[in-house]
DNA sequence: GATAATCTTGACTATTTTGCTTGGGAATGT
DNA sequence: ACATTCCCAAGCAAAATAGTCAAGATTATC
């Protein structure tokens, strides 16, 4: 499991389709204007998306991208690992061939967390996103501190007290 | 949030000072040595732990690192964001100056999964990471798939079943 | 059919980050 | 004194990131 601004590079990017599904195959040119990124990059990041069958492309005048599913059953996790794969990416790689039982201990401990994040961000869809933000605009809208319900998700936004995340 | 390599090192380290937790301080060069990770890269990526109390460091002979609080008070979350520390995360940083509603939007939308995940690693201890393991150790022994319950800890193992999170 | 819009692909480059080396210190137990 | 350890800074090669450039392939439209 990798988290690097190239993938959020690519979330945003499909984020940004989801926003303006329904217009019909949205350019690249669109997105890059829109959301600061530029174009033979986005092409890149897309070419492997598209390979994922996440987005689907039209090509000639007109054309353009638009999502290859419907925006709940995009997962962030899918989106992060198709822009991402690399391939090695543990020392051990894959078997458990370490020198000592102390080395495989901990290398076992890491993939178990990796394993957690990814389970994780491949139960938040791209629709999740967008309803969670819509509704957190509506209770911010009404002074009120989030305590909304999400049925059918269980990702509690509390006890981010410590968190930077992004400064 | 960045999630890379550095941070599973950072991490590592942690979990085998954890792993080691009692035994009186531990060299870098044993943790270097067992995890295959390089003395003087690990004595860069403690120098952050130290900043951030995540250590506690003693020189000399016979001296070495010891966890800086007891192993379920230290978060994953914090480890990461120790050695990652940089300054320019996102494109319009902090605040909301950007171009047009379009871009605020979307960025917004990533700064909210990006504090999902970051409140999700501020979760998970080291200690859990530790029992986690144990658990599913004796389960594997017994043959059964993890079935058991973890109080304090609303982290799932199931459904993971697309990620290939490190292959 | 010509043309323009758009995807598609590959090669190339600059910048940043990783991971590591080197070389010196400073503290401290023996 | 001395060896052991932490501490710190500069530098450096390899990789990844982010982007440019250039050439195509496809197709709607005139």
Redesign the pocket.
Known sequence: M?L???G??AVTAMLDLSLHFGEG?????DIAQRQ??????L??L??RL?KRSLVA?????????SLGRSADEIYVGEVISAV?E???TTRCNGAHNCQNNERCLTHDLWSDLSNQIYGYLNKISLQDLMDRQAVREVAQRQGQQEQETNPGMDISMSDMSSGPAGA
Do not use: C, H, M, W
């Not at 600061?36 to 990059?41: D, F, V």
């Open positions: 990798k690097t601004t190239k959020r590079y195959p949205i350019t690249l040119a600061g990124i530029s174009l033979s990059y092409e890149q897309f070419s598209r492309s039209v090509r000639g005048p007109g054309g353009g991208y991402d690399n391939i090695d």
